[in-house]
């Protein structure tokens, strides 16, 4: 049925029958129904519809044998001697795929012997009633199950977007659920003026870090519906530390104006957080602990929080922020969390660059040798280019300096041509400089670029460097009619000491 991809997806099987012992914990089941997965067809539903294996809530363990026939079982289950059954799964959210749990819990002698599990690559193309001509990737070949538990499988991560899962098990039989586990690929729109969920997994929501998640997956939280249970939000342990507090922080899917947070505590009665506060922050790291310069703000003050109970709270601010951080005080459960918003980008970033050529021509006198003379030529280039966005912090986004083989950290050139020589040697150094300043305007929309040169000027320095004497120093000359005492570089007098003065380096 339909074609195959020829090149199989390299595959490990899991020691451990618990998702959360595992990494599969960190991704989001994109098979699940809350997700909005559905079955497009299957081969055979005789004692069980193939839609049972997308049900969130996990299969009750019967440690009876003897009591459950064909038909009794909570999953999907073929008629026997079928030979390969199948069923299509169109996945809630596209996604990249990192593992799999093929549950077989009740399923003992009715459980297959081999599970294979294909993927469609996402694609307008694609339709329901053509699935015979789609091309599949196998992820999972024909691999051993083992019944009455969770068989977990990782796979070599790839950058394919899939849409479409195909399970076929051999020869026959059945399986309780299967959890399909990856990275949702949002469609979220980057600007418009609808809010949205954008803490939503299916909108490209993603938790990035929290302090406990013991009792509870968490990415829950982020998932649509409200769940069936404590189990489906996120739990944590109790805090037993003074002042300890939990916390998780959420990327959002774009960059938005926030207008409104809901928190959820719905199943949480007696393990329900006291209080909880929101912030947030710009930043362009995905988790903002890796931006130095990030800056929280408060966008929901710390306040009690009914258990049981949906709650929504406004936030009053214009500003745009990527990410979220709710804290519980001083520790509990929540079962959702969802930030209303507006996406919004900031400004194109505005680009200047400034170029700075240096040339240096310095002459090496003997003074016992007047006649003997060396002269030698130095040019240098130096670039140093920043990217500054109007609504972001007043501060530096980006920096980059380039110079001819080593960066530069200030923009602010001295004039550093002071030197120690020989005594017996005059230097006499000509530097002259030109510089340039240009400001790019840079436009997402196409591949225009606009290059403007607002100034350009040139600037000539001479500067000479003399040791005539214990009280000789290098200096800066100057008009005889305005300077009566030659002043350095640096605001020194030529009669200040030698061992005062502060040395620069060419």
Same mark, same amino acid.
């Given at each position: 049925?339909?074609n ?6 390299d595959?490990?099987n899991l020691?451990?029958?618990?998702v ?5 914990c ?13 079955i497009?067809r299957?081969?055979d ?5 193939a839609?049972?294996?997308l049900?969130?809530?996990?299969v009750?363990?019967n440690?009876?044998d003897?009591?459950?026939?064909d038909g ?7 008629k026997?001697?079928?030979n390969?059954?199948?069923a ?7 996604g990249?795929?990192?593992?799999f749990?093929i549950?077989?819990t ?6 297959p012997v081999?599970v294979?599990v294909?993927?469609a690559?996402?694609s ?11 091309q599949w990737?196998?992820l999972?070949?024909d691999?051993?199950v ?6 977990l499988f990782?796979?070599?991560d ?8 195909r ?10 659920r299967l959890r399909?586990?990856?990275s949702v690929?949002p469609?979220a729109?980057?600007s ?7 803490a939503f997994?299916?909108?490209?929501g993603?938790?990035?870090a929290c ?10 939280i ?10 489906d ?8 530390l003074?002042?300890?507090n ?8 774009t ?6 947070a809901?928190?959820d505590?719905?199943f949480?009665k007696?393990?329900?957080p ?5 912030d947030?922050c710009?930043s362009?790291?995905s ?5 130095v ?8 003050a ?6 049981n109970e949906?709650?929504a709270?406004a936030i009053?601010?214009n500003?745009i922020f990527t990410?979220?951080k ?5 520790d509990?459960?929540v ?6 918003g ?5 400004p194109?970033p505005?680009?200047t660059t400034e ?9 090496t006198?003997?003074?016992?040798k ?8 130095v040019?240098?280039?130096e670039?140093?280019t920043?990217?500054?966005r109007?609504?972001?912090p007043?501060r ?8 001819e083989?080593e960066?530069? *950290? %200030?923009? +602010? ?7 120690d020589? @020989?005594?017996k /040697?005059?230097?006499?150094s000509s #530097?002259n ?9 840079v436009s997402?929309?196409?591949?225009k ?8 000027e040139?600037?000539v *320095? %001479?500067? +000479?460097n ?5 009280s000789a120093? @290098?200096?800066? /000359?100057?008009p005889a009619?305005? #300077? ?5 570089a640096n605001?020194?007098?030529?009669t200040?000491p030698p061992n005062?003065r502060?040395?620069?380096n060419l």
């Amino acid at each position: 049925m339909g074609n195959s991809a020829s090149k199989n997806t390299d595959y490990s099987n899991l020691s451990s029958s618990r998702v959360e012992d595992t990494v599969l914990c960190e991704y989001v089941d994109l098979a699940a129904q809350s997700m909005g997965s559905t079955i497009v067809r299957a081969s055979d539903e005789f004692f069980g519809a193939a839609a049972n294996i997308l049900k969130p809530d996990a299969v009750k363990h019967n440690d009876d044998d003897d009591t459950v026939a064909d038909g009794e079982l909570d999953g999907w289950q073929t008629k026997r001697h079928s030979n390969r059954d199948w069923a299509i799964i169109r996945l809630g959210c596209e996604g990249t795929i990192t593992g799999f749990d093929i549950d077989t819990t009740n399923f003992r002698d009715s459980s297959p012997v081999q599970v294979k599990v294909e993927a469609a690559v996402a694609s307008e193309d694609l339709k329901d009633d053509d699935f015979d001509n789609w091309q599949w990737s196998t992820l999972l070949p024909d691999v051993a199950v083992k019944p009455d538990t969770h068989n977990l499988f990782l796979i070599r991560d790839t950058d394919e977007l899939y849409s479409h899962l195909r399970v076929t098990i051999i020869p026959d039989g059945g399986i309780a659920r299967l959890r399909c586990f990856g990275s949702v690929i949002p469609k979220a729109a980057e600007s418009g003026s609808e809010p949205l969920d954008l803490a939503f997994i299916g909108n490209g929501g993603h938790v990035v870090a929290c302090s406990d998640a013991r009792y509870g997956k968490r990415p829950n939280i982020l998932m649509s519906g409200i769940g069936n249970g404590p189990s489906d939000g996120w739990v944590t342990q109790r805090s037993r530390l003074k002042n300890r507090n939990d916390w998780i922080v959420v990327q959002l899917g774009t960059s938005a104006i926030l207008k409104e947070a809901v928190v959820d505590t719905t199943f949480f009665k007696g393990n329900a957080p006291e209080a909880i506060a929101i912030d947030g922050c710009y930043s362009m790291e995905s988790d903002p602990d890796l931006d130095v310069g990030v800056e929280w703000v408060q966008l929901v003050a710390k306040q009690r929080i009914n258990p049981n109970e949906r709650q929504a709270y406004a936030i009053p601010s214009n500003e745009i922020f990527t990410h979220v951080k709710l804290t519980v005080f001083p520790d509990g459960g929540v079962q959702r969390l969802r930030i209303i918003g507006t996406p919004k980008k900031l400004p194109n970033p505005t680009v200047t660059t400034e170029i700075i050529q240096t040339t240096e021509i310095i002459v090496t006198e003997d003074l016992e040798k007047p006649e003997v003379k060396e002269t030698a030529i130095v040019e240098k280039m130096e670039t140093i280019t920043t990217v500054e966005r109007a609504e972001s912090p007043s501060r530096l986004m980006v920096a980059e300096v380039a110079e001819e083989e080593e960066a530069i *950290i %200030s923009k +602010t050139m001295e004039n550093p041509f002071t030197e120690d020589v @020989s005594p017996k /040697k005059k230097v006499t150094s000509s #530097i002259n400089k030109k510089s340039a300043t240009a400001a790019k305007s840079v436009s997402k929309k196409g591949n225009k670029r606009e290059l403007v040169v607002e100034a350009a000027e040139e600037e000539v *320095i %001479s500067v +000479t460097n003399k040791r005539r004497g214990p009280s000789a120093a @290098s200096a800066r /000359k100057a008009p005889a009619d305005t #300077i009566e005492e030659p002043l350095l570089a640096n605001g020194e007098t030529a009669t200040t000491p030698p061992n005062k003065r502060v040395k620069r380096n060419l």
